[in-house]
């Protein structure tokens, strides 16, 4: 009888709309459970389910020999509780995710193995464990092994509940030290794939659509720049993540273009330098942005801007500034988040230290709540200044005048646009967000 097993991304709480049981994320699909898919030896014949429960329905009354739940910090209770129900329905459970790796003496506690970084090698060697019974508890490995990553087997994945559903991945990791990223403190490094398994990959996907998943994939300039070449005998038009390094080459504009980039998601963060240094991504420079911006407007490439609140630097006048920035240089689609000390990172160690860590209820470690006492503002100005950006950013008015002169991309930017109020509804009804 063949074995079967789950594979859970637990709740994530993201930009979704929700019409009855019909659930579809306005963001990119998730490759970790289609890649671990993808890695689970043919031989072993498992049956397979994937489920991301932020668009699907867990099936939690079906029996599961082993179930396998990969978790971030803020969605790492849900992924316990999950653990919980599925282990006293007889199956065997095992965590893995960036939060185990950050704070796998937690994670233990919760399951029956844990595995710590990079699962290309020891996800294979659990699951012959598993089988032969002699699974342990602990599977370890912080090499980088993202050369011998197989394709995802996408047909795990339901397609139509995402916004973009063709994602591939060009690099892993960064290079970057922002003190509250959970990459540099987990030490996953960075890595890049051959260019041409690259390219070989996405001729597979038949949509004319794709993005990159990438943290930074402009880490290294002359590694992109070939990607970038690469992709324009393709005729592809697809999106992904850079930091604002990349527009000091002078060719870069220019190869964004003839590869066809439609959109960048850019962490501008904060609109104070000093700010930007202390988190140690000072290479951003506030007086480049407007240049930033107004290249990739003449390229027509849609940008979506995110920025921080909560520095140390900031204050009361700080959400006003940086609305005002957003609709003065008409960002398409603005996003914004409550800086958020990760577990194991430098700002929660430095927060810690300072006794100003409000709580550690890693459910609301997601960026939209606040988690830590600001400097020069209380929490509950740091989070009625975050929800009032929010909600004078997205009014009609404000979403039409920022994207009115996108030309060919109007449709698109005031539809993303929309698709932010349902989000900001959400967030102005939500109680108790303050945790003292």
Known sequence: MRKRLLIILPEAKIHKLQIGGFRKSFREAPLTATTLAALVPEELNFEI??????????????SFDLVAISIITGTSIRGYELAKHYRSKGAKVVLGGVHVTLLPNE??????????????KTWPKLLNDFCNNKMESLYKDLTQHFDIVPTPKRKFQKANRYGVPNVVS????????????????????????????IIDEIKLIKSKRIVFNDVSMGEDIQYFKE????????????????????????????????????????????????????????FNKFEQYTQIISELRKINVILMGCFIFGFDEDDKYIFEKTVDFVNKYKIDIPRYAIYTPYPETESFKRFKKEGRILHEKWDLYDTQHVVFQPKLLSPKELDLGFKWAYKNTFTISSSFKRTINSGKNFFITFAGNLAYKIYVKRLLNEQNRIYL
């Open 107 to 120: 994670a233990v506690k919760h399951a029956d193995a844990i595995v710590v970084g990079f699962a290309e």
């Open 49 to 62: 389910t994937c489920i991301d429960e932020s668009v699907q329905k867990l099936p939690l009354e079906k």
């Open 170 to 197: 060009a690099t892993r990791g960064c290079k970057g030290l922002c003190d509250f990223c959970a990459v540099p403190a987990a030490g996953f490094g960075w890595q890049k794939r051959a260019i041409s398994n």
């Open 227 to 282: 990607l970038l070449k690469a992709l324009i005998p393709l005729k592809k038009k697809w999106g992904g993540l850079v930091s604002t390094k990349v527009f000091k080459d002078p060719e870069i504009i220019d190869l964004l273009q003839k590869s066809g980039c439609t959109y960048l998601l850019i962490g501008f963060e904060s609109l104070n330098n000093s700010s930007l240094t202390s988190i140690k991504k000072g």
